[in-house]
């Protein structure tokens, strides 16, 4: 608009330029009309450098807002789906989702290690519903867990009248177990953004554990303890974690034949299945994240090589905790790891080696050393 208003008004100026130019050429510029027309001249003249010097001083101003945004957003958002992650970042920021409504006696001073466990996600398909369902028995009853506090977010993605009853009742519930965020029609990927690193560390977590919707925690598929895991990474000092994994395609996150006293192992690659994050290996993670290409697969293939060896992550380690074993796809449903997931993944290096002049290494996952018992 101020663009547009500039070009009327010069214009305007160059019509009476003209005028006058002619008034001087015939020695007339003291008649009224040439008098008129040069007090018309720079009374445009004036208007112009005014509206010139406020749309710099506007642009200015947008150009600050617009840096000083969290960079983690920056260009990888559509209109759509700004509008839901700001929806979520309240969701986040309220009470409900940091657990204060879980346990009223929870205050700042609690010492507790904090952690947020996220499901992925409610859908159409009723056998990954269930599996959602029944894994959100290893959360227990109450946000306290011995010396961790373990938040609970649940992701859906369908509309409402295609949700359980069980989760529309939990989310009556005053001491529901768990925060609902609704997304409809959201990606995967688009769900893995939604979890700013910024507002994470905000709310003072120290870890993040992501559930996928086909991966089976409890009996008689899994045995997945939330605190043994948690334990595992303080003790072992690690910035990524999982149980090992049953029927993967990565045959190495397999559970192994342990030596005496051996309870994990040092891998370079963990899949995205149900994996857990200290708060500074996620932020790396996310770096990865790139909706411009939405399939969401090959994260957990590139964080090695890009947050590990490139040294983002200060000694980091990748653990896998044999002792304890979760199973992918128990009911052989469908996979989504479609042909069309695969080009993202490749298009996605691609732009980033062209544009960027950042190269995605893909890691096996391949055993580093084995974890003992009680090893420092």
């Not at 989702?97 to 346990?103: L, N, Q, W």
Request: aromatic content about 12%; some cysteine; hydrophobic content about 35%.
């Amino acid at each position: 608009v101020s663009a547009y208003r500039i070009i009327m008004i010069f214009n305007m100026l160059r019509r009476e330029s003209k005028k006058y130019s002619t008034c001087s050429k015939s020695n007339d510029v003291l008649t009224p009309h040439c008098y008129c027309s040069r007090r018309k001249m720079f009374f445009f003249s004036f208007l112009m450098v005014c509206f010139v010097l406020c749309t710099i001083e506007v642009g200015m101003k947008t150009c600050s807002l617009v840096n000083s945004k969290n960079e983690e957003n920056h260009d990888f958002l559509s209109t759509m789906e700004t509008d839901q992650l700001n929806g979520l970042e309240n969701v986040l920021k309220s009470e409900v989702a940091f657990g204060v409504r879980h346990d009223m006696n929870f205050t700042q001073t609690d010492e507790r290690i904090k952690a947020l466990f996220v499901f992925l996600s409610i859908g159409n398909v009723q056998e990954r519903v269930k599996i959602i369902e029944d894994n959100l028995k290893v959360l227990g009853t109450s946000a306290n867990l011995g010396r961790y506090r373990v938040d609970c977010l649940i992701f859906s993605y369908t509309s409402y009248s295609n949700e359980p009853k069980w989760l529309h009742d939990m989310e009556k519930d005053p001491k529901a177990r768990c925060t609902i965020v609704r997304i409809y029609g959201g990606r995967y990927s688009l769900f893995l953004k939604t979890l700013m690193p910024s507002l994470l560390r905000e709310a003072g977590y120290n870890y993040l554990t992501i559930s996928l919707d086909d991966v089976s925690l409890v009996p008689p598929y899994g045995n997945y303890n939330v605190t043994e895991i948690f334990d595992f990474m303080e003790h072992y000092k690690l910035h990524v974690s999982s149980p090992a994994i049953n029927n993967t395609s990565h045959a190495r996150l397999f559970p192994t034949t342990l030596a005496p006293m051996q309870i994990g192992r040092l891998v370079k690659m963990i899949e995205f299945q149900t994996i857990s994050f200290r708060t500074d290996a996620w932020a790396c993670q996310y770096e990865l994240i790139d909706l411009k290409y939405p399939g969401g697969w090959g994260l957990d293939v590139w964080f090695y090589d890009y947050c590990i060896l490139s040294g983002r992550l200060r000694e980091g380690r990748m653990g896998l905790l044999d002792t304890m074993q979760v199973y992918h796809n128990p009911h052989g449903l469908e996979s989504t790891n479609t042909k069309e997931a695969s080009r993202f993944m490749d298009k996605q290096e691609r732009a980033w080696n062209e544009e960027k002049g950042i190269r995605l290494v893909q890691q096996r996952a391949a055993t580093i050393s084995n974890i003992f018992l009680f090893e420092e």
